[in-house]
């Protein structure tokens, strides 16, 4: 493994194409283009992925449909009302931009969004307990078709993660699996988000997404024709991701950073949607390992050159710290 080189200032987002996997000496390329994607900027844009275009086709028209209803309709389903944080959530609910860890200081976001976790009957354990990202997900009863639909779509994601995590083990000198027993009833999150233009009255540094880590393991972004993600590199000047027909965006969270003992790179990306004049949608799903799961560095990321960075937590006390810089509280633990 390159271990520990000095990442470049990259100018562009990598695009890579995962239909080159096809044996075994493919897919040992194409982890090596992720080890270098991660290393230097922490994003990436994949191809070949396989899911489906009418599926993807289909997410945006309900993102479209979901966020036109009425607000007090969306509001009936805010977050708030789910023990796990699954629903609605309302233009500013959120502060994002956290790039000099002030987060509580700066403006909220101009976003409006909506979460939902794995499904499961309300009788399931884990439901039982409350746990964020499972279960008491709510629905919207003008769209009858959008639980099912949903569903559908965080399996697809779910495979896809499965997929990259493989790769990526593979970039870090490990075996193929070795995510796998991590991810076995894993924390996902398929979110929908809607950008306004940027209105004319909006306050200092206040834009769709502040500057901002993801928290998590991997971030699979499916986004529109509109455009407006930008990437800090190592530099510090911001890049454009801009919309690639038939891609994702897939960057790493500081979960993944922390897990890889910070040879990964959890890079701070925003969303200014002040150039199209509409609206933009977006539509982020956060994998993320179990949340009792023990995360401790990978096997080989702890030289003599590079000690030890983070101490070794579950994925829950990670992912809670978090969630209270931004929310100002944590989601219930799992017990």
């Known amino acids: 493994m390159h271990l520990y080189e000095p990442p470049k200032a990259a100018k562009t987002i990598p695009l890579i194409d995962l239909a080159r996997a096809v044996d075994a000496a493919g897919a040992q390329a194409v982890a090596w283009d992720i080890h270098r994607a991660c290393r230097e900027t922490g994003f990436f844009y994949i191809t070949g ?43 500013g609910g959120q502060v994002l931009d956290s790039q000099d860890d002030k987060a509580k200081a700066a403006p909220p976001d ?15 354990p884990w439901a039982i307990k409350h746990i964020r990202n499972f279960g008491h997900n709510q629905w919207p009863e003008e769209l009858p078709e959008f639980r099912a ?17 493989a790769l990526l083990a593979l970039s870090l000198d490990l075996p193929a699996n070795w995510f796998g027993s991590f991810f076995d009833m894993p924390s996902g999150t398929a979110r929908l988000i809607k950008y306004p233009p940027q209105p004319e009255n909006a306050l200092f540094n206040q834009i769709g997404a502040g ?38 965006v897939i960057n790493l969270g500081d979960l993944m950073a922390r897990w890889t003992n910070g040879l990964y790179n959890s890079n701070f990306h925003r969303v200014k949607n002040n150039r199209s004049g509409h609206d933009r949608y977006s539509a982020p799903f956060f994998y993320s390992p ?46």
């Open 149 to 165: 639909h949903m569903i559908d779509y965080w399996a697809e994601m779910r495979s896809l993660g499965d997929r990259l995590l």
């Open 49 to 91: 992925h396989g899911v489906p275009a009418a599926l993807m086709e289909r997410h945006f028209q309900f993102a479209k449909a979901f966020f036109d209803l009425p607000h007090e309709r969306k509001m009936a389903i805010h977050m708030k009302k789910s023990p796990t944080t699954a629903g609605y959530e309302p233009v």
């Open 290 to 335: 179990r949340p009792d799961a023990m995360i401790d560095a990978v096997p080989g990321s702890i030289t003599a050159g590079h000690p030890r960075r983070f101490e070794a937590c579950t994925a829950y006390e990670h992912t809670a710290e978090m969630f209270r810089r931004s929310y100002g509280y944590a989601p219930k633990a799992v017990s």
């Open 211 to 248: 500057a901002h880590t993801d928290w998590g393991g991997v971030t699979i972004l499916a986004q529109d024709a509109t455009g407006g993600l930008e990437v800090r590199n190592a530099d510090g000047d911001w890049i454009e991701a801009p919309p690639i027909d038939g891609s994702f």
């Open 110 to 124: 101009l976003k409006e969004s909506f979460y939902s976790g794995m499904e499961l009957p309300d009788d399931h």
